[in-house]
């Protein structure tokens, strides 16, 4: 009994198998059709990564110092003062020593001596009797940045200045300059500079250290260009 009991429950699992089987499939096939319809691309969604904020670079200026040497000329300006009538003006050698402070700023010495002719008119001659010498600091200004390739600026600063004659007292004192001027860069490490200044100080011969009252003095305007090529570090 059992046997045959056996072999019935083998006989009716062999008859339901196929359709077990096919029931299965076409369940599968109605999942997969469900996903990918027929007739459409068969394509797998993907994942979108996590987008990043990009980090804005910060902009630090390097320290940069230059070196620069050039030519210069300056004119008297004509006022009541006699040093002004009797000297026209001259030219001579440009000395100068910076460094940028921020992109918009840089920082400068100077030093130019510059030997003074006489107005021929004056006294019949253009001879150079008198050297006029100035050390002074001043400050560049950038509207833009004064590392591109041409950079107006705008520059004022202050300074002594020593007007020597020959045969004569040398006058000494101090005064301001403002003006502008371009560079203009010839590579990462020179550029062309040309500037143009109005100065205006008061000299005297006087001698503080030695208690000497000033027996000559002069308020002196003059106006000086020059050109220079500065050699950057």
């Known amino acids: 009994m059992k046997k ?17 089987l096919f029931a299965e ?5 109605m999942q997969i059709n469900a996903e990918h319809p027929t007739g459409f691309e ?8 996590p ?10 200026a390097a320290p940069q110092v230059y070196f620069g040497i050039g030519g210069m000329g300056n004119y008297m300006v004509q ?7 009797i ?3 001259g030219g001579g050698i440009d000395l100068m020593i910076g460094a940028t402070l921020s992109p918009h700023l840089v920082g400068e010495v100077s030093y130019f001596a510059a030997p003074q002719k006489t107005d021929p008119e004056l006294t019949g001659s253009a001879d150079v009797t008198a050297l006029l010498m100035s050390v002074g600091v001043d400050m560049k200004i950038y509207p833009t940045t004064a590392n591109v390739p041409i950079a107006p600026f705008v520059q ?10 020959i045969d004569a007292d040398s006058l000494a004192g101090g005064g301001f300059r403002v003006g502008g001027g371009v560079d203009v860069g010839l590579g990462p490490f020179m550029k062309f500079s040309f500037l143009m200044l109005y100065h205006g100080f008061y000299m005297d011969n006087s001698d503080e250290e030695f208690g000497i009252a000033a027996t000559d003095s002069a308020y002196l305007n003059i ?11």
């Open 51 to 60: 987008t990043r904020r990009a980090k804005k670079p910060v902009r630090v």
């Open 25 to 29: 499939s076409n369940e599968g096939l």
């Open 223 to 233: 106006v000086t260009g020059s050109a220079s090529v500065q050699f950057l570090f």
């Open 156 to 165: 004022i600063g202050a300074g002594g200045y020593i007007f020597h004659e």
């Open 4 to 20: 045959q009991l056996l072999l019935w429950v083998g006989a009716l699992t062999m008859a339901l198998m196929p359709s077990l």
């Open 42 to 49: 068969h394509r797998h969604k993907r994942a979108k990564p």
């Open 87 to 89: 000297y026209k003006g």
């Open 79 to 85: 006022t009541d003062e006699d040093l002004s009538r």
